[in-house]
């Protein structure tokens, strides 16, 4: 992998690094908004509903949905490089208006150019690092991206926590900060090189249009196979997830846990154990170890930790384990198998659209749930709202434990030859670890 920066190569990790940046601001851009809702309902005089809106089209639901659904199939008809020129401009532009925001209209339009942007920059990052990375360290390289990505919510609530005092203010600073950071990543990407598989078939002639590219995705059983497997490993527990990062304070106050700055801190240690898990586990060991046995263990201290925090009585131990077990669960769970899983399983024509498509469904889901959260976490409270989100990790954990493909150690055109060339026998999504 290859970024030309100037007269400098930029060359292996800190390429990966640079394209994973659009996960830190994906991310961060989540928690920018969860921890300003609250502020911009109290300023502005919102209700619930508004709230909802703003956080169902933002980039934790419908406007990454319209990015990744409008992205990827550019990615594959005008190549990775064309989403990186443009992705980052709009979402300073978007940044820049949440800093300076002075109205419900304005905020929305923010969040929604945010989300946009956010959508096919992603969709884009997965597939480029997956396909520039060495067969035998595709997990590592891909879950940098996965580490940017909990690294962006860490960071997020650590100035959450320290510019509380600062009210609103305080929230336009972290919009500002997110601005500086994909200031400075567009302008390292600029010389970013085309992936080069993406290259070879463009030039071999098997380039194919926008429509081409849906038509092909939507209509071969080799892909739809592989989108509902992978739809059951991401859009449910991003279901969850999406959730928990933008209203996870709310969740909070109705486990009974309302002072502010320590809910910031307790996402904190959310965010710091996926940090950690996301390296130590994922990074170092799925290029090594079972990927069925990896999914599973993260899948179940999912499940774990949020019955946790759902049923046993409130107190610091509940909260801590929370805490830990669904920030180790997050490291190691479902965004990261998702990220690898599907830049392995579409051939090349196919893999950026398969991006957006499952970013597209996923995001929907999550914006659906966006909408109504607020409102089903006052009347139903926690526990009536808990039943819904252990339903849907279970199915997850299920899904992805059982439909674990093997593609372990093989290089991308290897497993694209056995799933295209040679279709797998019917009913099975590939060959069975």
């Not at 997965?126 to 067969?135: G, L, S």
């Amino acid at each position: 992998m290859t970024v030309r920066v100037g007269a400098r190569r930029t060359t292996g990790w800190r390429a990966t690094i640079a394209v994973a940046m659009s996960n830190y601001i994906e991310a961060g851009s989540i928690i920018a908004i969860a921890t300003s809702l609250s502020l911009w309902q109290q300023s502005f005089g919102l209700d619930d509903l508004a709230v909802g809106l703003l956080a169902s089209l933002s980039a934790n639901a419908f406007g990454a949905a319209a990015g990744a659904a409008i992205g990827g199939p550019l990615c594959d008809r005008y190549g990775r490089k064309f989403i990186y020129t443009y992705d980052l401009l709009l979402f300073m532009l978007g940044s820049l208006l949440a800093v300076f925001a002075t109205s419900f209209a304005m905020l929305l339009t923010a969040f929604v150019l945010t989300g946009i942007a956010v959508g096919a920059g992603v969709t884009a990052s997965w597939t480029y690092i997956a396909e520039e990375a060495p067969a035998d360290r595709r997990a590592a390289h891909v879950g940098t991206a996965q580490l940017a990505w909990s690294i962006g919510p860490m960071m997020g609530y650590l100035l959450a926590a320290a510019l509380e005092p600062l009210g609103l203010l305080g929230s336009r600073i972290i919009f500002a900060h997110l601005f500086v950071v994909a200031a400075v990543t567009w302008w390292v990407r600029r010389g970013l090189a085309e992936s080069e598989i993406w290259t070879n078939r463009a030039n071999s002639g098997q380039r194919v249009t926008f429509l081409a590219s849906l038509r092909g995705l939507l209509t071969k059983r080799v892909n739809i196979t592989a989108m509902l497997f992978l739809f059951g490993v991401y859009a449910l527990w991003n279901a969850v997830a999406g959730q928990a990062g933008i209203f996870q304070p709310r969740v909070y106050d109705a486990a009974g846990f309302t002072e502010v700055t320590q809910q910031y801190l307790l996402q904190v240690v959310v965010w710091g154990c996926t940090s950690l898990a996301t390296y130590l586990g994922f990074m170092l060991l799925a290029d090594r170890v079972s990927r069925r046995w990896l999914y599973f263990s993260g899948a179940l201290l999912g499940i774990l930790a949020w019955a946790a925090l759902i049923y046993a009585p409130p107190g610091t131990g509940t909260l801590l384990f929370f805490a830990i077990g669904w920030g180790v669960s997050s490291g190691i769970g479902a965004q990261a198998f998702y990220g690898l899983w599907t830049s392995e399983l579409f051939a090349t024509q196919y893999r950026a659209s398969a991006q957006g498509v499952l970013f597209l469904a996923a995001r929907v889901v999550v914006g659906l749930l966006s909408v109504w959260f607020p409102m089903m976490l006052t009347h139903l409270g926690l526990k009536g709202v808990g039943v819904i989100i252990l339903a849907l990790l279970v199915v997850a954990l299920l899904v992805g434990t059982i439909g674990a493909p093997n593609t372990q150690g093989r290089t991308l055109r290897d497993i694209e030859d056995e799933r295209y060339g040679t279709q797998p026998p019917e009913g099975d999504l590939a060959v069975r670890s």
